[in-house]
Protein backbone atom coordinates (compact mmCIF):
# COMPACT_ATOMS: atom_id res chain seq x y z
CA UNK A 1 0.00 0.00 0.00
CA UNK A 2 1.41 3.29 -0.78
CA UNK A 3 2.46 5.65 1.88
CA UNK A 4 2.21 9.65 1.57
CA UNK A 5 5.07 11.39 1.15
CA UNK A 6 4.54 12.78 4.60
CA UNK A 7 4.56 9.82 5.89
CA UNK A 8 7.25 8.09 4.44
CA UNK A 9 9.32 11.36 5.67
CA UNK A 10 8.59 10.96 9.16
CA UNK A 11 9.72 7.02 8.68
CA UNK A 12 12.64 8.24 7.27
CA UNK A 13 13.03 10.74 10.41
CA UNK A 14 12.84 8.02 12.88
CA UNK A 15 15.06 5.65 10.86
CA UNK A 16 17.66 8.40 10.94
CA UNK A 17 17.15 8.74 14.70
CA UNK A 18 17.34 5.25 15.33
CA UNK A 19 20.52 4.86 13.28
CA UNK A 20 22.20 7.93 15.30
CA UNK A 21 21.21 6.06 18.89
CA UNK A 22 22.82 3.00 17.05
CA UNK A 23 26.02 4.46 16.34
CA UNK A 24 26.36 5.71 20.33
CA UNK A 25 25.53 2.82 21.03
CA UNK A 26 28.60 1.48 18.96
CA UNK A 27 30.89 3.66 19.84
CA UNK A 28 30.07 3.18 23.61
CA UNK A 29 30.23 -0.70 22.81
CA UNK A 30 33.40 0.30 21.54
CA UNK A 31 34.91 2.29 24.07
CA UNK A 32 34.06 -0.61 26.64
CA UNK A 33 35.67 -3.47 24.92
CA UNK A 34 39.14 -1.26 23.72
CA UNK A 35 38.86 -1.53 19.99
CA UNK A 36 41.32 0.80 18.83
CA UNK A 37 43.38 0.50 22.26
CA UNK A 38 45.50 -1.27 23.17
CA UNK A 39 45.26 -3.41 26.05
CA UNK A 40 41.24 -4.09 25.89
CA UNK A 41 40.24 -3.51 29.32
CA UNK A 42 38.65 -6.44 31.39
CA UNK A 43 34.60 -6.75 30.20
CA UNK A 44 32.39 -8.49 31.60
CA UNK A 45 30.15 -10.87 28.92
CA UNK A 46 27.51 -9.29 31.08
CA UNK A 47 27.93 -5.74 30.06
CA UNK A 48 28.38 -7.22 26.69
CA UNK A 49 25.45 -8.37 26.91
CA UNK A 50 23.67 -5.17 28.22
CA UNK A 51 24.74 -3.36 25.28
CA UNK A 52 23.76 -5.43 22.82
CA UNK A 53 20.18 -6.07 24.02
CA UNK A 54 18.94 -2.59 23.61
CA UNK A 55 21.04 -2.84 19.77
CA UNK A 56 18.94 -6.19 19.44
CA UNK A 57 15.84 -4.66 20.36
CA UNK A 58 16.42 -1.41 17.71
CA UNK A 59 17.39 -3.93 14.68
CA UNK A 60 14.29 -5.38 15.59
CA UNK A 61 12.44 -2.11 15.79
CA UNK A 62 13.86 -0.88 12.52
CA UNK A 63 12.82 -4.17 10.68
CA UNK A 64 9.25 -3.75 12.38
CA UNK A 65 8.87 -0.67 10.63
CA UNK A 66 10.40 -1.59 7.25
CA UNK A 67 8.13 -4.17 6.94
CA UNK A 68 5.49 -2.12 7.70
CA UNK A 69 6.20 0.50 5.14
CA UNK A 70 6.28 -2.72 2.58
CA UNK A 71 2.45 -3.31 3.68
CA UNK A 72 3.70 -6.85 5.44
CA UNK A 73 2.40 -7.71 8.57
CA UNK A 74 4.36 -9.60 12.09
Do not use: W, Y
Not at 40 to 46: G, I, T
Amino acid sequence: MPRSLPEIEVLVEQLRAENARQQEAIKNLQAIVGVGTAPAPAVSLQRIADLLTPLAEHAKNILAVQAGSFGVRP
